[in-house]
């Protein structure tokens, strides 16, 4: 069984300002994690994966996460905020076996851009 | 375009009818997925298929159905609708059940009076 925690549904930030968007996760097996971003009215888009090998990961548009077992966290960064970046965010983790332990989400983290 | 077409975008419904929600994906992906979304409580796993023919059950199943009758399509059905099956609903696909990266679909909003 596995599980996430998002800490904070919203998160605002300064335009230019560091992102952190912060992810736990519980998992009896070796985890894969994900990022996810969903935009308005739309459905979710792949930010970033890690699965295995190199624990800092980079995603697109200048987003990035590090795997840290020691703390079962994968918190999102990017070092500099901008409009576009305002939208909601997914922390996912998964086992290998997918279906019924396939992705298990956390409640999300809306990212607010001020200006 | 490949990816995920998902019908009707939106839809109001009356309680007791019965609704479904068509999942058509052009991907040859072997895994579909039913995910609901609801304020606060992120994406839920209603449904899911690891491959055509068959079919298993997520965290929220009660009041769905689904089939796989082919890889293409995956329809969800709300047998009696009920109000708190208001919700966004949102199709998924991956090459297979280890493989894990979604595709999404661009979501159905039901609203269930």
């Known amino acids: 069984a596995q599980s996430v925690t998002q800490l904070g549904s919203h998160v605002s930030v300064s335009e230019g300002a560091l992102v952190l968007l912060r992810c736990n996760y519980s998992?009896?097996?070796?985890?894969?994690l994900f990022w996810y971003v969903q935009y308005p009215n739309q459905g979710l888009q792949l930010l970033l994966k890690?699965?295995?090998?190199?624990?800092l990961v980079k995603g697109i548009n200048g987003f990035e996460a590090e795997f840290k077992k020691s703390e079962t966290s994968f918190h999102l960064t990017k070092p500099s905020a901008h409009m576009s970046d305002a939208a909601e965010y997914f922390c996912?983790?998964?086992?290998?076996?997918?279906?019924?332990?396939?992705?298990?989400f956390g409640k999300g983290t809306h990212l607010i851009i001020q200006p | 375009i490949a990816g995920i077409t998902q019908a009707p975008t939106s839809q109001i419904l009356a309680a007791g009818r019965r609704m479904t929600l068509r999942c058509t994906q052009d991907?040859?992906?072997?895994?579909m997925y039913w995910y609901r979304q609801d304020l606060g409580l992120g994406l839920r796993l209603i449904h899911y298929?690891?491959?055509?023919?068959?079919?298993g059950k997520g965290e929220v199943p009660d009041g769905y159905s689904v089939s796989r009758a082919n890889t293409d399509d995956f329809p969800l059905t709300l047998a009696s609708a009920v109000p708190s099956q208001t919700s966004v609903y949102f199709c998924?696909?991956?090459?297979?059940?280890?493989?894990?990266?979604?595709?999404f679909g661009a979501g159905s909003r039901l609203t269930v009076l």
């Open positions: 998924a696909s991956s090459e297979g059940p280890g493989a894990n990266v979604l595709t």
């Open positions: 998992s009896s097996v070796p985890p894969y």
């Open positions: 890690y699965t295995t090998g190199a624990t």
């Open positions: 996912a983790v998964s086992g290998p076996g997918g279906g019924a332990d396939g992705l298990t």
């Open positions: 991907m040859r992906h072997n895994a």
């Open positions: 298929s690891n491959t055509a023919g068959t079919t």
